[in-house]
């Protein structure tokens, strides 16, 4: 078995050769500067086509920038934003160009030996790719979403994922990043990561039609991922790093609402977030998580986004030049767990020019043509509550030890199995068929708080901790906090997983989405077979 201690030896050697390397990847914004929404490509005629080359540079702080370029006029632009109505067809093109002088990363663990190949063969190494489509319910299979077997290598010719967006998707804010089973996390931590945008929300939820839309993804970057120590955030690539650095500038007019679509792109941080006025945090409406409406919007303090969760929501300016923040607060992941620090994300700008000033009222949304409605009872996984579970199963997150250096494995185990890592040839350890209905109880076990995320499919949240839930939100990835010790409960979720549409059928993954213990082996396979 091999041990976190000697992955992370292979990661530093081969991280430190890199230095080495001319910059492959666009300068990032400066500090203290107004922030850009990424850059937006639409579908037209029902098809987004689209290429992005992944590529390498180290910065003069020695960080690493893993970079999913698109070429534009003006140059290469970073992990642009796809926006997709239901129904279109994406069909983007991914090419590896990270340039290594050492690829000597390989693993034992990640023989993929007696898989199906699709892409390129060989052996994956820090410098191999793929993608993941977050939260899209997609077909696990190749050229689709299908992260088991997809291997991109670097200097072969570009990849093609073609997928159908599902006509019942949920409008909504998804992403994708890299998912290369035991290199996800460098990646990310470098930047590779991007936004979805399932057009249509003001269809479900009006409360948003009218509004300026913005597109914020939260980034996070480590010197070295494998080792806890400080780390930095970043709002669409500047970094906010307040008092040290000036944060980031969000410009809004007085009383102005904007609909903020906000994804967790941090490789592990919990980020309660709050929109303060002179340091009291606002009410935010919250819309949408995970890229699906809400049944009803809410006004909320405070919006826990989980590594990997996106939270949409209406936020209102001060009428004034009042000092509005962003904020992510300070979250405690437990004694083995690495702390999450309180961070400024962004400072909110409000201009004094009271003509542009738009009404508190929602007359903005008159101006706009109101379109057909899309019904909550159209989209994916409406009615689950309804329907009957054909099979309940209980799942726990654990971790083991080797002395005092902290977790050393981290597994993640259907009850009654034996606790295992990960392995790319291991068999599903969950098989169900087209058509289940499934509640799952998931456990944490440990010292830590987890992330749970399974691939493909929402889940309808049923029970926190063993008590139901006054909002049954659907959801694709859920926070369980870590165990306080013996004589305290484990927490615990229950939800409704829902197999029922054909699409669904093949081997897929569920996992912890804190990418170490992702890479590490914190993640099993399920097989849905079909009807
Ligand atoms: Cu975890």
């Not at 035991?182 to 929300?201: D, H, L, P, S």
């Not at 010197?223 to 650095?245: D, E």
């Not at 300070?330 to 003509?355: F, H, M, R, W």
């Not at 009654?416 to 087209?434: D, L, R």
Request: hydrophobic fraction near 35%; glycine fraction near 8%.
């Amino acid at each position: 078995m091999l041990s976190a201690f000697r992955y992370l030896l292979v990661i530093l050697v081969c991280g430190f050769s890199f230095l080495r390397l001319e910059a492959q990847c666009p300068d990032r914004p400066a500090p203290g500067t107004v922030v850009e929404d990424p850059l937006a490509l639409t579908s037209a005629n029902g098809t987004l086509n689209a290429e992005l080359t992944m590529q390498h540079s180290v910065d003069t702080g020695g960080y690493n920038h893993y970079c999913l370029n698109y070429a534009t006029n003006q140059g290469d632009v970073e992990a642009p934003t796809l926006r997709l109505n239901q129904g279109d067809h994406l069909v983007l093109d991914v090419k590896d160009r990270i340039a290594s002088e050492d690829d000597s990363s390989s693993m034992d663990q990640m023989d993929m030996s007696g898989l199906p190949i699709c892409g390129d063969s060989g052996t994956p190494t820090l410098s191999s790719t793929n993608m993941h489509f977050h939260g899209l319910n997609v077909p696990p299979i190749c050229h689709q979403d299908d992260v088991l077997d997809t291997l991109i290598q670097p200097g072969k010719s570009a990849f093609r994922f073609d997928m159908q967006i599902p006509k019942n998707e949920p409008p909504g804010l998804y992403w994708y990043h890299p998912h290369v089973h035991g290199f996800t996390e460098f990646q990310v931590n470098g930047g590779a990561a991007g936004a979805i945008v399932v057009e249509g929300m003001d269809k479900v939820r009006p409360e948003v039609a009218g509004l300026k839309e913005r597109v914020f993804i939260v980034r996070q970057q480590y010197l070295v991922p494998w080792v806890p120590g400080p780390y930095q955030l970043s709002l669409n690539y500047q970094v906010a790093q307040s008092p040290n650095l000036p944060s980031p500038i969000i410009k809004m007019k007085p009383n102005e609402k904007q609909f903020w679509r906000v994804a967790n792109a941090t490789i592990q941080d919990f980020m309660p977030l709050q929109f303060w006025f002179n340091g009291v945090p606002q009410k935010m409406e919250l819309i949408a998580l995970d890229g699906y409406p809400l049944a009803k919007s809410r006004f909320e303090d405070t919006i826990l986004v989980p590594p990997a969760g996106r939270a949409e929501f209406i936020v209102q300016a001060p009428p004034q030049t009042n000092e509005a923040l962003f904020m992510s607060l300070s979250y405690s992941t437990g004694p083995t767990g690495n702390p999450d620090l309180e961070q400024q994300l962004a400072k909110i700008e409000v201009s004094g020019d009271a003509d542009e000033a738009q009404p508190i009222q929602q007359e903005t949304t008159k101006t706009t043509e109101p379109g057909p409605r899309i019904s909550m009872q159209s989209i994916k996984f409406a009615g689950l509550s309804q329907q009957k579970p054909t099979a309940l199963r209980k799942l726990y997150f654990s971790e083991e030890f080797g002395g005092t250096n902290g977790p050393i494995q981290f597994y993640i185990t259907i009850d009654g199995q034996k606790q295992k890592v990960f392995k790319a040839n291991e068999k599903p350890v969950i098989t169900t068929h087209v058509g289940a209905v499934e509640d799952w109880i998931v456990e944490n076990h440990a010292l830590e708080t987890h992330d749970f995320h399974i691939h493909q499919i929402h889940f309808k949240l049923l029970e926190v901790d063993g008590k139901p839930v006054t909002d049954q939100d659907l959801r694709d990835t859920f926070e369980i906090p870590f165990w306080e010790g013996p004589g305290h409960p484990y927490h615990s979720f229950k939800a409704r997983f829902d197999f029922r549409d054909s699409t669904i059928a093949g081997t897929f993954v569920f996992h912890c989405h804190i990418l170490l213990h992702e890479d590490l082996g914190m993640m099993h396979k399920i097989l849905v077979l079909p009807k």
